[in-house]
């Protein structure tokens, strides 16, 4: 089965700065790799698909890349509204199955 | 707007099997563009999806899960559901249902979530 690994599982950072937290996989997996935000007592929200693709209605300082192993989601300028705990997310083939990283907690500085 | 709604009791007794109905509202649940899931992340830790469901009754079940979990969809009702047997403590979590995309495989909609306290 593929794992997907988050770094780092925490981070402290202070509004304006810029964020990148990586989602590493075991192995190669196909570009159907999503990252949601999770605030505390709510459920996960979609905030891009397809590694890349910016969920509607999501703000433009989000953004996703990478292929194959390596993905990372930037949030350009961290606002009082991103300090919440973000998962990436992707489709095992087989057996076909989702798969969620492990997390990483953004608080504030 | 699509809303998703949990239901089901909040308490289950030891080796019971936990039964959970996911309500679709704003849009018909026999779309084939999508299915239906289910996932669950126990207080302080991370998700896991357990299961979804086709709206051709096909499923895919978490390996780790596969032998206790069984998820239906009923079209007429616009629901899905979710029965877990033989719960322990460590099944304790909030449940939630969601919509998944048939292309891209994220889970676009997402229910509010229902906590399930395994407990006799």
């Known amino acids: 089965d593929i794992q997907l690994t988050q770094s780092p599982s925490f981070l402290s950072a202070s509004v304006g700065d810029r964020v990148t937290i990586t989602c590493r996989a075991s192995?190669?997996?196909?570009?159907?790799l999503a990252w949601y935000q999770q605030k505390p007592g709510k459920a996960p929200k979609l905030l891009i698909y397809?590694?890349?693709t910016l969920q509607s209605g999501v703000p433009s300082r989000f953004s996703g890349s990478g292929s194959g192993t390596e993905f990372t989601l930037t949030i350009s300028s961290l606002q009082p509204e991103d300090f919440a705990t973000y998962y990436c997310?992707?489709?095992?083939?087989?057996?076909?199955?989702?798969?969620f990283g492990g997390g990483t907690k953004v608080e504030i500085k | 707007q699509v809303q998703l709604q949990e239901s089901g009791p909040g308490l289950v007794k030891p080796s019971q099997t936990l039964s959970l109905t996911c309500t679709v509202s704003g849009g018909s649940i026999s779309s084939g563009s999508y299915y239906w899931s289910w996932i669950r992340q126990p207080a302080g830790k991370g998700l896991e999806w357990i299961g979804r469901?086709?709206?051709?009754?096909?499923?895919n079940y978490n390996p780790s899960l596969k032998s206790r979990v069984t998820i239906s969809v009923d079209t007429s009702k616009n629901q899905f559901s979710l029965k877990l047997s033989s719960v322990t403590a460590a099944d304790t979590a909030v449940y939630y249902c969601?919509?998944?995309?048939?292309?891209?495989?994220?889970?676009?909609?997402w229910g509010q979530g229902t906590l399930v306290t395994v407990s006799s």
């Open positions: 969601a919509r998944g995309d048939l292309v891209t495989m994220d889970l676009d909609y």
């Open positions: 397809a590694a890349s």
């Open positions: 997310q992707q489709l095992n083939s087989y057996p076909p199955a989702l798969t």
């Open positions: 192995q190669g997996i196909s570009s159907y």
């Open positions: 469901i086709y709206t051709s009754g096909s499923t």
